[in-house]
């Protein structure tokens, strides 16, 4: 699981670019933190929702694939359903919890909730994900191409 999860860190532009810290507390349970910066605001002071969602993405995503990566799986969303319970300010340490609910053979349900440093919840969402195998996605070329082992 550690090398899938780590090829996941070295190729998640998105994650880098938005500093976006993961933490596999054990399979199917994550934490990832994010401070607010400049770039993700919609008005002078207020993050924009659309960042939420992002990071609520990867929040319960990532939980998903910290259940399947062992198998050499990979996952991609379905569908999600996002709440949105307060507003995150620039300079806010957000912190998303995501956990696997229920996983089939494929399919995964997951949930998580983003909270700021006051442990006020800012969002909260349920996801479903497709579980597949590494074969079937460009990972699996970005692997053979940089001549890494799973």
């Given at each position: 699981?550690?090398?899938?999860?780590?090829?996941?860190?070295?190729?998640?532009?998105?994650?880098?670019?938005?500093?976006?810290?993961?933490?596999?507390?054990?399979?199917?349970?994550?934490?990832?933190?994010?401070?607010?910066?400049?770039?993700?605001?919609?008005?002078?002071?207020?993050?924009?929702?659309?960042?939420?969602?992002?990071?609520?993405?990867?929040?319960?995503?990532?939980?998903?694939?910290?259940?399947?990566?062992?198998?050499?799986?990979?996952?991609?969303?379905?569908?999600?359903?996002?709440n949105y319970f307060k507003p995150a300010f620039l300079g806010d340490q957000l912190t998303g919890k995501g956990r696997v609910d229920n996983a089939g053979k494929r399919i995964i349900h997951t949930s998580g909730e983003i909270y700021n440093q006051n442990n006020e919840i800012v969002a909260k969402a349920m996801g479903t994900f497709n579980a597949y195998p590494i074969e079937k996605s460009d990972v699996a070329e970005y692997i053979k191409n940089t001549n890494q082992q799973l």
């Open positions: 699981m550690e090398k899938l999860l780590e090829i996941y860190n070295q190729v998640n532009q998105f994650g880098k670019e938005n500093g976006l810290k993961l933490t596999v507390v054990k399979p199917g349970e994550i934490i990832y933190e994010m401070e607010v910066l400049p770039k993700h605001l919609a008005t002078p002071k207020t993050i924009h929702g659309g960042m939420v969602a992002a990071m609520m993405d990867g929040v319960i995503g990532v939980a998903a694939l910290s259940l399947v990566a062992q198998e050499g799986r990979l996952v991609s969303t379905v569908e999600y359903k996002i």
